[in-house]
């Protein structure tokens, strides 16, 4: 079944922090894996989970950096993880396998954004290759672990994804480089990632969803001058962020709600957004944002999913 993009009327919405999504709710005995989880949004999203109670565990390229970030925050262990290297994707997900712990949500978040020209393992363009192929291959070596009574797998996407639908004929990039087009790419492909995955998961109690956290300025636009900051008019003159932008813990709250809310029980595969499903884009406007219809086609999600398969060399799911 294909859940229908509209809006549910949650009760939560752009203001809304992960705290406020989580209140009163009990994780305890729960594990999260957060891919990102020590930084920007994958920071906030990590310290609510542990508040309402859930161990978690994040995986880091970096890991003296993570162990820093996370000092002092209960229930967290951080793990070495590239998800630009298949291999090191293979080894952290046969350990975490091998410990038997079900894992009961998975979210996706690490990720690149509009960076230098980057090729990684055979050949691929970056921006694909760890937003996209990495989270692809991790949530593929998980299954064995994923909680038996139903777990959820929430990847973090953008309304970056109105500049680009998969580029099927040149996805690398090899004819002509745009890092925003890049970018976009990879975040129509977390979009179709999440539609079949919730379809082949579904009769084994998986659910999958991907999430537009919103416009927020963290560490993800390092690779962005601050000049161009102010041109695209993400920050006032004085630096700071301008009308519509979200603090890490608003941008958490879609995440955290999609990874735990009862309402979406038999939702899965849809495209959220301010704690709620998003509707339909109507307009090219991305701080409004709703979901372009590329970005939730079944047929280009079911295409993407064999060409991951190939690429990746993983069977089907």
Not at 36 to 63: C, E, I, K, M, Q
Not at 242 to 262: D, L, N, R
């Amino acid at each position: 079944m294909i859940t229908e993009q509209r809006r549910l009327g949650t009760g939560f919405g752009a203001h809304s922090t992960a705290d406020d999504v989580l209140a009163g709710m009990d994780l305890a005995g729960t594990t999260a894996l957060v891919t990102g989880g020590y930084s920007g949004l994958g920071l906030a999203t990590t310290r609510a989970l542990v508040h309402a109670g859930a161990h978690v565990v994040v995986p880091a390229r970096r890991p003296e950096t993570a162990e820093h970030a996370l000092r002092g925050l209960p229930r967290t262990e951080v793990h070495a993880l590239d998800l630009a290297d298949l291999d090191s994707v293979r080894v952290f997900s046969e350990r975490f396998v091998g410990t038997g712990r079900p894992l009961d949500i998975l979210i996706n978040g690490a990720g690149v954004m509009a960076c230098p020209e980057t090729r990684v393992g055979p050949g691929w363009e970056a921006h694909f290759a760890i937003n996209h192929l990495g989270h692809f291959a991790l949530a593929h070596r998980l299954r064995p672990a994923f909680a038996p009574d139903g777990a959820r797998v929430v990847t973090v996407a953008s309304s970056g994804h109105f500049l680009s639908d998969i580029r099927w004929t040149d996805p690398h990039f090899d004819a002509s480089y745009d890092r925003w087009l890049a970018y976009a790419q990879s975040k129509t492909a977390n979009a179709l990632f999440a539609v079949h995955l919730n379809r082949l998961g579904a009769d084994h109690g998986l659910r999958a969803f991907a999430v537009h956290p919103g416009s927020i300025l963290t560490p993800l636009q390092r690779h962005i001058p601050r000049e161009e900051w102010l041109a695209q008019g993400w920050v006032t003159p004085g630096g700071t962020p301008a009308v519509g932008f979200k603090s890490p813990e608003q941008g958490a709250a879609t995440t955290v709600w999609a990874a735990t809310s009862p309402l979406l029980e038999n939702r899965g595969g849809a495209y959220c957004q301010d704690c709620d499903i998003a509707e339909p884009a109507l307009t090219d406007d991305m701080l409004i944002g709703g979901v372009k219809p590329w970005a939730v086609d079944p047929g280009a999600a079911a295409r993407l999913w064999d060409l991951s398969c190939e690429l990746t060399g993983l069977s089907a799911f």
